[in-house]
């Protein structure tokens, strides 16, 4: 079974720029999750996903950050415009159903912004 | 809100050695507890988890109890090697309103095994 897919693994770009991730979870798992992995911490949670519904945003800073799970199947993240302190790792990562604690993470994308 | 830590690192052990990483909670609920493992260029795998109190998970000789009475889920191994060198996460899912399922995660802890 393939698991969580996310591209690209690496992305360095300048500051005020756009940027996008993009995340395939495992087939037939309806929950999706965006975290943001800085340095030296622990993953935080971004955005929660069920199915195609955004049921858990509220950790996401909306003036430049925004998502969405097409059809509650892949899911893209993006950044508008990126800052100097938007460096860090994002991970994607999903879940069977909503009752299903266990998560499945991806192996992120490292982003730098210079 | 919910909470987690973990003691901090890093931590190098000779290969055999006994491993000790602490982490304890702070819940509004009753969560499941996790700890989960990330490899140098990889993502995070979970190694092991426990749903309520008294529960112990296991998985490649590392071991962990749900202590509820000291909100604890201190994560052991007792012989260590080189290959578990990695960074580790105790984390919760989280108890309370539109959160719960979420997970919260501890700081992390470096472990470095040498041979």
């Known amino acids: 079974e393939a698991g969580v897919v996310q591209s690209p693994r690496y992305k360095i770009i300048e500051k005020k720029q756009p940027v996008a991730f993009w995340c395939n979870p495992i087939?037939?798992?309806?929950?999706l999750y965006w975290y943001r992995q800085n340095l030296g911490q622990g993953p935080e949670l971004l955005i929660r996903?069920?199915?195609?519904?955004?049921?858990?945003d509220s950790q996401l800073p909306k003036d430049r950050f925004s998502a969405e799970r097409l059809k509650g199947v892949d899911s893209t993240l993006k950044i508008q415009p990126a800052e100097l302190g938007d460096s860090a790792v994002y991970l994607c990562?999903?879940?069977?159903?909503?009752?299903?604690?266990?998560?499945?993470f991806g192996p992120g994308t490292r982003l730098t912004v210079l | 809100g919910d909470s987690v830590t973990q003691m901090e690192g890093p931590v190098t052990l000779s290969e055999e050695a006994f491993l000790t990483i602490n982490c304890t909670y702070t819940?509004?609920?009753?969560?499941?507890l996790f700890w989960y493992v990330q490899y140098p260029g990889e993502g995070l795998q979970l190694l092991l988890k426990?749903?309520?109190?008294?529960d112990k998970g296991s998985n490649k000789g590392f071991e962990a109890t749900y202590r509820k009475e000291t909100t604890s889920f201190h994560l052991e191994k007792g012989s260590v090697q080189v290959s578990d060198s990695a960074v580790y996460f105790c984390?919760?899912?989280?108890?309370?309103?539109?959160?719960?399922?979420?997970?919260?995660f501890g700081k992390g802890t470096k472990l470095s095994v040498k041979p």
């Open positions: 990562a999903s879940s069977p159903q909503t009752s299903t604690d266990t998560q499945y």
């Open positions: 087939s037939g798992h309806n929950t």
């Open positions: 996903y069920e199915n195609e519904e955004a049921v858990d």
């Open positions: 819940a509004t609920g009753y969560p499941s």
């Open positions: 426990a749903t309520k109190a008294d």
């Open positions: 984390a919760l899912s989280a108890t309370y309103g539109g959160s719960q399922g979420n997970l919260i």
